[in-house]
């Protein structure tokens, strides 16, 4: 079955600072992957999706992740986070054939002025 | 388009009362799915949908919980009787599935609806 892994739940940041999330799936087969944002009070919006191609993606707002398959990882950064960026990130992975999306348990982010 | 659209926003309710939830998906979307998210158990699938055919509802807490979609444009989920472990925020949302596209399996969320059981 399909899984995520999201290994941190809480991130506190200063303005500026850099951020990476870390994600791991565990999928044997081709895998569409996505990272979603909710921000406070708001329902979820895709930030950024890899599909094929290019493994490093760029999202909205600044963000990007990498998927890199020999490692099972799709890491989320961005160089120098704002306060606006405080929220709760989820990465999800489906496999090909598959219509659900399998969700990570989510990290929230809090990026102090 | 207007977007994935739930009706209520919030509801309130007694203990052991009936409490139906409305989604409407983004036209033209095939696929559609029911999430619970609580600050306990973070976001959980309940059920979806393909083509208005329920395909995976082993996320259902329990037959207190069922799910319908009559039609492409309208599902509800429906809890009977209502519980105060049932309060969380419900969302739906949508996406279309099975043509190979990168657009495809992008799920777009609903606003949600915020249940409160007393």
């Known amino acids: 079955a399909q899984s995520v892994s999201q290994h941190n739940h809480h991130v506190i940041l200063s303005e500026a600072a850099s951020l990476e999330l870390g994600c791991n799936y565990s999928?044997?087969?081709?895998?569409?992957l996505f990272w979603y944002v909710q921000y406070p009070g708001q329902h979820l919006q895709l930030l950024l999706k890899y599909f094929s191609g290019d493994p490093l993606v760029k999202g909205i707002k600044g963000f990007e992740a990498e998927f890199i398959k020999s490692k099972f990882s799709f890491n989320l950064r961005k160089p120098s986070v704002q306060w606006s960026d405080t929220a709760e990130y989820f990465c999800a992975v489906t496999g090909t054939g598959f219509q659900k999306l399998v969700f990570g348990t989510g990290t929230r982010l809090l990026v102090s002025p | 388009d207007a977007g994935v659209i739930q009706s209520p926003r919030h509801e309130v309710t007694e203990m052991g009362q009936e409490v139906t939830l409305r989604c409407k998906p983004i036209?033209?979307?095939?696929?559609l799915f029911w999430y619970r998210q609580t600050m306990m158990r973070g976001l959980e699938l309940l059920i979806y949908f393909n083509n208005n055919v329920p395909i995976d509802d082993s996320g259902m807490p329990e037959d207190r919980f069922s799910a319908k979609m009559p039609n492409a444009s309208f599902s509800t989920l429906k809890i009977q009787p209502s519980e105060p472990r049932d309060s969380a925020v419900y969302f739906c949302a949508s996406s279309f599935s099975g043509r190979g596209l990168s657009r495809d399996y992008e799920q777009y969320f609903g606003p949600g609806t915020r249940l409160t059981v007393t």
């Open positions: 999928y044997g087969g081709t895998v569409n």
């Open positions: 036209s033209g979307h095939n696929s």
